[in-house]
């Protein structure tokens, strides 16, 4: 009896090994589902394969990262963050990239520090199973036509904001990033499955397609693994707010304040 997701889960392996194969990778990795697969597969073709977590000592992420990676039988590299560091892992973000928005950077600080402190030129990402596999939690309980709006302006973000940033980013430091979940054999064998059965009807529902192709590759360990938004697994939005408030700030009013001084700066 053929798997229901055959296709789709071929595919992804598929994906992961085009852009691993012989190659010494490193995988941005928060111990979650989306990059928890991918450095489970590239395990199987790449000839090396790191994990990078960033994440404070005692974040969700950290702990969840460091768990899975004994059980894939990996190495992981902890890149720390912390009141410490953070500022200026900003303001080199600002001062580079030029980026205005608190939230991007907020979400992209991790790949940012991930880049920084790897030595592979190839990063893996699992960037794209939020907005392709429904794993956002504001999909759920949503009424259909704001869904439709929300998974559409979802996939417009990825596609303009998050993807352009974090090639920047990678380039700056003279890797490269892959996205399995965004290869167009991917995306075209999800256009093959009723968008109902990937919508999800509650939050332990999100990504179901994907852990069932997770559990089928023979990964039951990572499908049922739980994950939150980077910038909150890391604990960089903690850290970030703490700065604020030390700072009479917002969090918005704190970056933005960064930004400012830095662009002033850089046109003086």
């Not at 600002?94 to 592979?120: A, G, H, M, N, R």
């Not at 990402?125 to 939020?130: A, H, I, K, R």
């Not at 939150?228 to 009013?253: C, E, H, P, V």
Request: aromatic share 10%; with cysteine; net charge negative.
């Amino acid at each position: 009896m053929s798997y229901r997701y055959e296709g789709l889960r071929d595919s992804i392996v598929k994906a992961v090994k085009d852009d691993c194969e012989g190659k010494d990778v490193g995988v941005a990795f928060s111990g979650g589902l989306d990059s928890g697969l991918v450095a489970a597969i590239a395990k199987d073709y790449a000839d090396s394969v790191t994990l990078y977590t960033c994440g404070t000592d005692t974040s969700h992420d950290t702990i969840m990262a460091e768990e899975l990676s004994k059980e894939l039988d990996l190495p992981w590299v902890h890149v720390k963050i912390s009141e410490d560091n953070v500022e200026s892992l900003i303001r080199e973000m600002i001062y580079f990239f030029e980026i205005p928005d608190p939230f991007t950077i907020s979400y992209e600080l991790q790949l940012y520090s991930v880049c920084k402190q790897s030595e592979e030129k190839t990063i893996l990402s699992g960037q794209g199973c939020d907005e392709f596999f429904m794993g956002c939690a504001k999909y759920v309980d949503c009424p259909d036509p704001d869904y439709d709006i929300l998974v559409r302006a979802g996939v417009e973000r990825l596609y303009n904001v998050s993807v352009p940033c974090e090639k920047a980013i990678v380039s700056h430091f003279g890797q490269e990033i892959c996205y399995p979940y965004l290869n167009t054999g991917v995306l075209a064998e999800l256009n093959e499955i009723d968008p109902a059965e990937l919508r999800p009807a509650d939050m332990d529902s999100r990504k179901a397609v994907l852990r069932d192709i997770a559990s089928d590759l023979g990964y039951g360990m990572i499908s049922e693994r739980k994950k939150k938004s980077s910038q909150y697994g890391s604990g960089t939005t903690d850290i970030i707010r703490s700065l604020a408030k030390a700072n009479g700030m917002y969090f918005n009013q704190y970056v933005l304040s960064i930004y400012d001084e830095i662009m002033n700066g850089k046109k003086s």
